[in-house]
């Protein structure tokens, strides 16, 4: 079975500027994360979806949306891209958004704001 | 509120010597608890968890769990440790009785064996 994928891998935005990433579920998971991990922060929960629906939110600026699709693919979007926006961003599937669920996560996406 | 401690930024042992990491949590029901495993430029792989019944969990690797409840703990723990196992280590909870209850994830601890 395919993991969960991410793209594009790698991205370089100069400030001010938007940008989406994609991440595809593994096949039957219906349930999709979003973490910002940087080495000061550590690992930040952004939002999760299921069902096309936003199931829980953390604490980011309204600039961070996302959107699940009917298919499960989930996408992000940055809008005015901050220097501090500069990290790794991960997106995790897994069966069900609630309950004892592990998630399974994808590459990242390696976001560089110049 | 739920939240997960762990204490040791960084974790150092020899290689074939046992290792533990160590992770504490809190919630206001009872706890899913998982560990999760992050080499470098990768993205997080699950090593094992936590639901209910039989107090140590064995995993991925060769990497097992201990429950205690009353200390609210969930070390992570392998009889030899390899090399090939420095890498950083995230413990993770979620309160099976909250609703809307996301996964909450450590800080991390950062495993380094050496020989």
């Known amino acids: 079975k395919a993991g969960v994928t991410q793209t594009p891998r790698y991205l370089i935005k100069t400030r001010g500027q938007q940008v989406t990433l994609s991440c595809s579920p593994i096949?039957?998971?219906?349930?999709v994360s979003w973490y910002q991990q940087t080495p000061g922060q550590g690992l930040q929960f952004l939002f999760e979806?299921?069902?096309?629906?936003?199931?829980n939110k953390g604490n980011f600026p309204g600039r961070f949306s996302g959107r699940q699709f009917s298919n499960s693919r989930s996408e992000m979007n940055v809008s005015t891209l901050e220097l501090g926006d500069s990290a790794l961003y991960l997106c995790?599937?897994?069966?069900?958004?609630?309950?004892?669920?592990?998630?399974?996560f994808g590459p990242g996406t390696r976001l560089t704001v110049t | 509120a739920q939240s997960v401690a762990q204490p040791e930024d960084q974790v150092n042992v020899a290689e074939g010597n046992p290792l533990t990491v160590k992770c504490t949590y809190s919630?206001?029901?009872?706890?899913?608890l998982f560990w999760y495993v992050q080499y470098p430029n990768r993205g997080l792989q699950f090593l094992l968890k936590?639901?209910?019944?039989?107090?140590l969990v064995k995993g991925s690797y060769g990497f097992e769990a201990e429950f205690n409840k009353s200390q609210t703990s969930f070390h992570l723990k392998k009889p030899s440790a390899l090399v090939s196992d420095s890498a950083l280590y995230f413990c993770?909870?979620?309160?099976?009785?909250?609703?809307?209850?996301?996964?909450?994830f450590g800080t991390g601890t950062r495993l380094q064996v050496t020989l």
């Open positions: 995790a599937s897994s069966l069900e958004w609630d309950g004892p669920y592990e998630q399974y």
């Open positions: 096949s039957g998971h219906r349930s």
């Open positions: 979806y299921f069902s096309e629906t936003q199931r």
């Open positions: 919630v206001s029901g009872n706890p899913y």
């Open positions: 936590y639901i209910t019944g039989d107090n």
């Open positions: 993770a909870v979620r309160d099976i009785y909250g609703t809307a209850s996301k996964l909450t």
